[in-house]
């Protein structure tokens, strides 16, 4: 019996949209993941929020950030709340301190208790923490569909190559957002 589908949006924080490259795709990307949630509404499937912070004292800091002694996305901040124009108020989140939503989070756990076996992917940025969390998934059996026009990346040669790895070797489709929207709904 096929389980349910969850939609996760990743990371689609002000921080990560101070990066011009990311900046440029905001309105679609907001447009993309917005249309995507409204879809998963329709057809009641779960829609989960993953977001990045960091505390000031160092203590969540990754091992590049302590290298170079600078933090970014502190709980609290500007940095940290959603991009402007996304509607993901009242949704579910789930707070990761690295790439991968999986890490360190009781996700896993939260999907499986949900029912969820299909997860589809959309956010930023597509070579660090879609692709970390989609790997992760994989990992922990569930599979994953990526959203080519909702997620977005700093560095589109990376993004190809990690999309390519995924796909085939995890065997996780990338599909046009019509098709997510058919998954979801």
């Keep these: 019996m096929p389980g349910r589908a969850a939609l996760l949006i990743i990371d689609m924080q002000n921080a990560f949209f101070e990066d011009e490259v990311l900046e440029r795709s905001r309105s679609s990307l907001v447009a993309a993941c ?3 949630i409204a879809a998963a509404d329709r057809g009641g ?17 990754t091992l590049s950030m302590l290298d170079d002694e600078q933090g970014f996305i502190f709980r609290g901040t500007a940095q940290a709340e959603p991009v402007e124009g996304l509607h993901v108020e009242g949704l579910e989140s789930v ?3 690295r790439d991968s939503a999986f890490f360190g989070t009781d996700l896993a756990e ?10 589809v992917l959309a956010g930023v940025s ?23 026009d909702a997620i977005g ?13 995924l796909s085939v070797e995890y065997r996780q489709p990338i599909v046009g957002l019509a098709t997510a929207v058919d998954l979801l709904g």
Excluded: P
């Design 110 to 119: 939260r999907l499986r208790l949900l029912g969820v076996q299909d997860l």
């Design 45 to 61: 499937s779960i829609v989960l929020v993953a977001r990045t912070e960091h505390e000031t004292d160092r203590s969540t800091w």
């Design 153 to 165: 990346s700093t560095n589109e040669r990376y993004a190809e190559a990690m999309l390519e790895i």
């Design 126 to 148: 597509t070579h660090n923490c879609v692709a970390h969390t989609g790997a992760d998934a994989f990992a922990a059996d569930f599979r994953v569909t990526y959203v080519a």
């Design 95 to 97: 707070t990761k301190t």
């Design 34 to 36: 917005n249309e995507l």
